[in-house]
């Protein structure tokens, strides 16, 4: 049997994110408080394409778990040229860790990166049970109970703080590119769940900004807290507006919905949008080269 | 001297392009099989590439700027439009370039040594793909370049660009040699009050604040990224000169490294071309 040369041809047909997820696990890896890099999702399995998100675990030494996501923000925008602050990813499932997400711009294109940062201490057990491609192994120093007892802490404390107009317009901004890429693949159903997500930040974004001491769960007594000023109304029929408009959205429904928002925080809280003009405006070309 | 007029020695606004000229030269920019060549000094972040339209050899890939009678290059014949504008113009062009700058790319905090040269010349700008996170400051003040005019640049201050967010941008860069064409064109340099936009000044306490940022960066291992953030400062505070140089050094000073904070007095001292 003749030897194929396949090399060349493996190259052309690698995944066009492969470039990024290579610069970012360096980026990464430059900390020795990094103790693993592995990749989930598509590119792990080898089923990505072109809109696939890149999708990392993080294993930080659990003493330094604190500092690195206090850093993470500024490491990502100076060393990625992430466009916004991380969301705080409330999809991801709970690993003992904390899971952001970073819209990065590359090659022209705007990509989604996952970054789910996870004790060290936490990775066995998670190696376990989560299918990745392990990138980085990295013989982590003892752990000693005080430490994991940081991390723990740590993590409970990050997803326990309130979330802000600027995370929460942030989050819709995020779920927009997620819902458009479930449209561009025909995942209904995947739109529908992240579509009526993205309701639920509005609604929540409508009651950080005006009812912030909100004593009512969830969309319980909307119209009694909010609908008492002409501005409570208008965002209350801003809401109207999104959950009357079809169940699985199409591409301009989204587009609307990014719209919609910025105008509600322009009226409610327009201090959310203060540092991240420029953001939006990127945000809004390169959306239209998704 | 007010803030605008000092910037408007240094930046103005001249002739505009027609519009739609403009837009076949920018989908010429964006489509043209262009020979972009990367530029890495150490003035600069990486992402700043450049590919010549008129040059002393022809050959696109020249991209080493100098004097000389400048000729069309074959990427130049691909792009009827802007062939069409420099002719126009009529300069006594000395080099044509195409420069793309990136996304998060940066030329750093520096001043440029033309002012020592004899021959008069002088740099234009034509900006053909921009974005409102694209800028150049110098004197503490930010200017977004907008498409749809001719730019002159003649920095003497200390001065940087940026493309904080993207996406990429693109301009048409000619230096010319001073002639009555180019007289012609320079006839009303302006710059709208617009274009212009001061930073904001930067307190201690947010100085502070950014250095420990910073420190707490090259504590975790991240220390060209602490390097990198204190840099960045310069695109968004009105800074004193060479300020942002200081502040590396000192960061490495707070971290016990002596060669680094050395390393970094003598860029300053390089980058601004200071003479002490």
């Known amino acids: 049997m003749p030897t194929l040369q396949l090399a060349a041809l493996t190259f052309a047909n690698r995944p066009s994110q492969l470039p990024l997820l290579s610069r970012l696990a360096d980026i990464l890896a430059a900390s020795p408080a990094v103790t693993h890099l592995m990749v989930r999702g598509s590119l792990a399995h080898g089923t990505a394409d072109r809109l696939s998100d890149v999708d990392f675990v993080v294993g930080v030494q659990d003493a330094e778990l604190p500092a690195f996501v206090e850093a993470l923000d500024d490491l990502m925008s100076i060393e990625a040229g992430a466009l916004l602050p991380g969301w705080r990813d409330t999809i991801v499932a709970d690993l003992g860790g904390v899971g952001m997400v970073f819209l990065v711009p590359d090659d022209g294109h705007l990509h989604q990166i996952d970054l789910y940062l996870a004790p060290a201490a936490r990775i066995p057990r998670l190696r376990a049970t989560v299918a990745t491609a392990l990138l980085l192994d990295r013989e982590p120093a003892p752990t000693t109970t005080e430490e994991a007892a940081v991390a723990e802490r740590f993590a409970a404390e990050f997803f326990a703080q309130p979330r802000t107009c600027a995370e929460l317009l942030i989050e819709h901004l995020v779920l927009a590119v997620l819902l458009h890429k479930r449209i561009k693949r025909g995942q209904r159903f995947i739109a529908y769940s992240e579509w009526h997500r993205l309701h639920t930040a509005t609604k929540d974004l409508i009651k950080t900004a005006l009812a912030p001491t909100s004593r009512f769960w969830g969309w319980y007594q909307l119209r009694e807290e909010i609908a008492i000023t002409p501005i409570g109304r208008t965002c209350l029929g801003d809401l109207e507006t999104a959950i009357s408009g079809p169940a699985v959205p199409l591409a301009a429904d989204v587009d609307a919905a990014v719209e919609r928002t910025l105008a509600l925080v322009e009226r409610a809280c327009p201090e959310a949008l203060s540092g991240l003009e420029n953001a939006i405006a990127a945000y809004r070309a390169y959306l239209e080269l998704m | ?276």
């Open chain 2, 1 to 276: 001297m007010d803030t605008l007029t000092a910037v408007a020695g240094q930046i103005a606004q001249l002739d505009a392009v027609d519009s739609a000229q403009l837009e076949r030269m920018r989908h010429e920019a964006l489509t043209a099989r262009a020979p972009w060549k990367a530029e890495y000094g150490a003035y600069q972040s990486g992402g700043w590439w450049t590919t010549s339209l008129m040059n002393a050899s022809g050959d696109a890939s020249d991209v080493t700027i100098g004097d000389c009678a400048a000729r069309p290059t074959d990427l130049l014949s691909q792009m009827p439009a802007t062939a069409a504008l420099l002719a126009e113009l009529g300069l006594n062009y000395m080099w044509v370039r195409l420069a793309r700058l990136e996304a998060n790319a940066f030329l750093w905090e520096h001043r440029d040594y033309d002012e020592l040269d004899q021959v008069e010349r002088h740099r234009l700008h034509v900006p053909l793909h921009t974005n409102t996170s694209a800028f150049l400051v110098t004197g503490g003040t930010k200017v977004h370049m907008t498409g749809g005019r001719i730019w002159r640049l003649t920095p003497t201050y200390a001065h940087g660009v940026c493309n904080l967010l993207g996406p990429d941008r693109i301009h048409l860069i000619a230096d010319v040699y001073a002639d009555d064409a180019y007289r012609r064109l320079a006839r009303r340099p302006t710059l709208h009050p617009g274009s212009a936009e001061p930073l904001p000044s930067a307190d201690q306490a947010m100085l502070a604040e950014r250095l420990q940022a910073a420190r707490g960066m090259a504590g975790l291992g991240y220390t060209a990224a602490a390097e990198r953030m204190l840099l960045r400062l310069f695109y968004a505070y009105a800074l004193p000169e060479g300020a942002v140089y200081d502040l590396i050094a000192e960061l490495h000073t707070s971290l016990g490294d002596e060669e680094a904070a050395a390393r970094w007095a003598s860029a300053k001292r390089r980058l601004l071309a200071l003479t002490a």
